[in-house]
């Protein structure tokens, strides 16, 4: 079958929603495309709360999110069980269902495609690769979705988000969480969490640490961890044993890129403040470009690209001149890498290391924000309005007001 639209939105999760819903606000025709059988991605399995305290204004599970969110998407065309196949410069794109393969000719797309995690055999490891070792959202996903029990003894090795709600929904599962490796020497998820999910459970968090080695014959029955100095090496004579059944791995996620493989990416794509791609008919938002904390950042990003997308269909939006953004000193991500000056900015930036009060200039507009307790996991964010547009680049730093830990 052939389609035509003005605008396509691959990935129904929080960002495609969002970009969906908004790029109909501006009167075009929208298709959104979403391989599974219902809209949210990773939202459906998050069942706990902390979801929508910005976006909604009250505080939502995941599927409550969702179910929210989706209430705006009336008389938008949804074709569900569709995984996209190719993009191709020609504004065509080719996906697959039950029925076939399919071609969309569209006047601009939205890439909403979301993240996958990295996995355990992407780690240098010594030992079998034997059964008992999940990734932190195919666990999340047996318990919450699928009623299976992953284990009955587990670590976790990473202490993001997603590592610190496992060790609390495994716990509440009557699985023993022995506990919380990390290799930085900071936690790295949010404050709330470490609280919520770790100290009220009596969880153990081992800073600098990692996972050595692991031992079993079918089913993993040992864990081997070690501190690690500051280059991560293991420290010998530190080591620690675990004897679980289970190793819950929450290494870090890596934005879904594919399947466009010619738009500029590092590792997400590599968007201006309008989500505007290298190509410009190409929109991003969501975790395909960078991986968000909040999925109240993911919905608003969603929702500018929905609209860039729909004004560039229309043809009242085209390539805007892009200011290159800069990380100086002390910044460990910036989002988004290029600025049209002519419109509003959002920046979200995570430093690079812990601070009691960071001072954050942003270059050569004179702007500056302390931010009390900055830390790597949590994004800080920062708004910009339209500047000089001879302006070639600006540059964001942090500077050290009181460092905790170097
Ligand atoms: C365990 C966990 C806990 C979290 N806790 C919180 C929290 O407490 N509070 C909070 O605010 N945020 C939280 N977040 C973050 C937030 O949930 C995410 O940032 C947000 O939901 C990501 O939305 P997304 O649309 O970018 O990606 P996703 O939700 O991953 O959506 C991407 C969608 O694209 C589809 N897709 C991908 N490729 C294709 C293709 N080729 N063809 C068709 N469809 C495709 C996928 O099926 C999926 O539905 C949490 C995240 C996780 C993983």
């Not at 009220?200 to 079993?216: C, K, N, R, W």
């Not at 601070?355 to 702007?367: C, M, N, Q, T, Y």
Request: aromatic share 8%.
């Amino acid at each position: 079958m052939k389609y035509k639209t003005d605008v396509v939105v691959i990935g129904g999760g929080a960002a495609g929603i969002a970009a969906a819903y908004r790029a109909k606000e501006e009167g075009v025709k929208v298709i959104l495309l979403e391989r599974d059988e219902d809209t949210g991605g990773v939202l459906n399995q998050c069942i706990h709360n902390g979801f929508g305290l910005q976006y909604f204004r009250k505080d939502l599970t995941g599927p409550e999110f969702k179910e929210l969110a989706k209430e705006r998407l009336n008389n938008i065309e949804i074709l569900f069980g569709t995984y996209v196949l190719e993009v191709r410069k020609d504004k065509t794109i080719t996906f697959v269902d039950r029925r076939g393969i399919h071609e969309i000719e569209t006047k601009a797309l939205v890439m909403a495609s979301g993240a996958r995690e990295r996995h355990f055999n992407s780690l240098p490891v010594p030992g079998k690769r034997i059964t008992g070792v999940f990734t932190a959202g195919l666990a999340q996903r047996f318990i919450n979705l699928e009623n299976l029990k992953p284990g009955s003894k587990a670590v976790i090795l990473g202490s993001g988000d997603i590592g610190l709600i496992m060790a609390r929904r495994l716990t509440l599962e009557g699985i023993k969480v022995e506990a919380v490796l990390e290799i930085m020497p900071y936690p790295g998820g949010l404050e709330r969490n470490i609280q919520q999910c770790l100290k009220d459970f009596g969880i153990p968090l081992y800073l600098s640490h990692t996972v050595t080695a692991i031992e079993g014959d079918r089913r993993l029955e040992k864990v081997i961890a070690a501190q690690v100095d500051y280059k991560w090496d293991p420290m010998p004579g530190t080591e620690k044993e675990f004897e679980v059944d289970t190793l819950i791995t929450s290494v870090g996620l890596i934005p879904q890129t594919k399947p466009v493989n010619f738009v500029e990416a590092d590792p997400g794509f590599l968007v201006s403040n309008t989500n505007q791609t290298s190509e410009d008919w190409i929109f991003a938002a969501g975790n395909c470009t960078v991986i968000f904390d909040l999925v109240d950042y993911v919905a608003k990003e969603g929702e500018k690209a929905g609209k860039y997308a729909a004004l560039y269909a229309k043809g009242e939006y085209k390539k805007g001149k892009k200011v290159k953004v800069r990380k100086g000193e002390n910044i460990g991500i910036i989002h988004p890498v290029y600025i049209d000056p002519t419109q509003e900015s959002t920046l979200y930036i995570r430093v690079s290391k812990v601070f009691d009060r960071a001072s954050i200039k942003v270059e050569p507009l004179g702007i500056e924000i302390i931010e009390n307790d900055a830390r790597p996991p949590e994004m800080v964010v920062v708004k910009l309005k339209p500047f000089d547009e001879n302006i070639n680049e600006i540059e964001v730093i942090a500077d050290e007001l009181i460092s905790k830990l170097g």
